[in-house]
């Protein structure tokens, strides 16, 4: 069974910094693309970032840019995403999930998430 | 990387079938075949039920289907039960290897 377990999600200052962890199991971690999405309170679902096997390959939606780096430690079955220069708008609970083997087209499971709170 | 358009709700009583629809650009939608839809429940996190279009996962019912036509994608779920009661979203895959989700549809079940 796929485990995709989030940590990291805290309350943070604007302009803050915040590091998100996602342990993973259950599969083959190092054969699959990996995504991060997120949901602000009440809204819809917002990609945010995703980053291939072997990490040389990784995209971002454009507001975060320069603010969020994606990463992942294939022997450690771990994802990540460095928050950086957060801003109120980042408020989210951040969902950790496990894409495709050829193509990061389908989110195919996901994690339980993770609140991120970005205010004074 | 705008959002795809969805309606904001649909209903339907149980037994009848719903549409919902959600449409992109020829960058994302009518560019490539790898549209997914997920369903979420109240404070749950969301479940993959259509992939590539009009492919099911297992365990998904085959009361869900998928379709395509140009910009447009389609979910319907035929014979509505009342756990179907959900947010649904729509997902594109888009050029420079992104993906961009829908609004969300909110399906009451009458």
């Known amino acids: 069974e796929v485990q995709l377990v989030e940590s990291g999600g805290d309350l943070v200052q604007p302009g803050g910094s915040l590091r998100l962890s996602c342990a993973a199991s259950g599969f083959t971690f190092s054969t699959y693309w990996m995504t991060w999405v997120r949901q602000a309170p009440g809204k819809g679902l917002e990609w945010v970032a995703n980053?291939?096997?072997?990490?040389?390959?990784?995209y971002y939606m454009d507001s975060v840019k320069g603010r969020f780096t994606i990463s992942r430690d294939n022997a450690k079955n771990s994802l990540y995403l460095q928050m950086n220069s957060l801003r109120a708008e980042d408020t989210s609970v951040y969902y950790c999930a496990r894409s495709g083997v050829s193509i990061a087209a389908t989110v195919w499971d996901w994690g339980q998430g993770t609140l991120v709170t970005v205010s004074s | 990387q705008s959002a795809l358009t969805q309606p904001r709700s649909v209903s339907g009583s149980p037994g009848q079938s719903v549409t919902v629809s959600c449409t992109g650009t020829?960058?994302?939608?009518?560019?490539?075949?790898?549209v997914s839809w997920y369903q979420q429940h109240p404070d749950k996190a969301p479940k993959l039920m259509i992939y590539d279009v009009t492919k099911r996962p297992s365990g998904v019912p085959v009361r869900f289907s998928g379709s395509k036509s140009g910009n447009t994608a389609s979910l319907t779920i035929s014979g509505l039960q009342a756990e179907d009661e959900a947010n649904y979203y729509c997902?594109?895959?888009?050029?420079?290897?992104?993906?961009?989700f829908g609004g969300g549809t909110k399906l009451t079940v009458l």
């Open positions: 997902c594109s895959f888009a050029d420079s290897s992104t993906l961009v």
């Open positions: 020829s960058s994302d939608v009518g560019a490539y075949n790898f």
């Open positions: 980053i291939n096997q072997d990490g040389s390959e990784k």
